[in-house]
C-alpha cells in the first residue's frame, strides 16, 4: 500500500471538511487516544499536547507520511471545557457559557518520523453567548448536536444563534483553524492550492 502523504489524524468530520477545503490531498486515520488533563496543566498546553499525541501516534505507525494533529477547548474562568459526558453536563457548560466571553483554542501539531519534523501551533478565539434561556438550552440540548463539542455547542450548527460576537478565527471555533494550518503546512514544504478561511 502505498503511504499518504497527508494524514489527519482526527475522527471529526467537521475537521475533514475544513482540511478539504485547501485542496491538497489526505487521508483520514483517527489516533482514538484518551483525552485527559494533566493537574494544574494549563489549557493552551494541555490542547498542544493532545494534538501532539494524535499525531505522534499514527507518525510512528507511518513514518514516511505528514501527520497533523488538532484538539480543540472551550475555556472558561480559566476551566478547560471538553465534550461534555452526557445531557446533564452538556447543560450545565451552556449555563455557564449564557451572556460570557469564552475562549476556543485549538491546538495543532504537524509531524514526520522519517524527517524528525515537528511544528506546534495553537490559535485562541474570544466568543461572546447571548443570555440563555433554559427553555433556549433544553430545546438545543435535545437535538443531542452538544455531545460531541468541546464545550458542548456547535458554532456552525444551532448554537450560532447563541453567539453575539466573534474575536479571531472561525474557523478555529469549528475545529480547524484553516490559515495557520495552511501555513504549518507550508513551512514543511507541503503545496497548499487554496488557502482558504479565516
Not at 507511518?62 to 476551566?79: H, K
Amino acid at each position: 500500500m502505498t503511504t499518504p502523504q497527508l494524514i489527519l489524524a482526527s475522527a471529526s468530520p467537521r475537521r475533514r471538511q475544513l482540511l478539504a477545503q485547501l485542496a491538497l490531498p489526505f487521508t483520514v486515520m483517527p489516533a482514538n487516544l484518551e483525552e485527559r488533563q494533566l493537574a494544574n496543566e494549563p489549557p493552551l498546553p494541555y490542547a498542544v499536547r493532545m494534538a501532539e499525541s494524535k499525531a505522534a501516534h499514527l507518525a510512528q505507525q507511518y513514518p514516511d507520511a505528514f501527520v497533523l494533529g488538532a484538539d480543540t477547548v472551550v475555556v472558561l474562568d480559566n476551566d478547560t471545557l471538553g465534550k461534555p459526558a452526557d445531557t446533564q453536563e452538556a447543560r450545565q457548560m451552556l449555563r455557564r457559557l449564557s451572556g460570557r466571553q469564552h475562549t476556543v483554542i485549538t491546538g495543532l501539531a504537524l509531524l514526520h518520523q522519517r524527517q524528525q519534523l515537528k511544528r506546534l501551533d495553537a490559535v485562541s478565539t474570544l466568543v461572546r453567548f447571548r443570555p440563555l434561556l433554559p427553555v433556549d438550552i433544553e430545546t438545543y440540548v435535545a437535538t443531542g448536536e452538544p455531545l460531541d463539542k468541546a464545550g458542548a455547542y456547535a458554532i456552525q450548527g444551532g448554537a450560532a444563534a447563541f453567539v453575539v460576537s466573534l474575536d479571531g478565527c472561525y474557523t478555529n471555533v469549528v475545529g480547524l483553524p484553516l490559515r495557520r494550518t495552511a501555513a504549518l503546512l507550508r513551512s514543511a514544504g507541503l503545496y497548499v492550492p487554496y488557502d482558504t478561511g479565516a
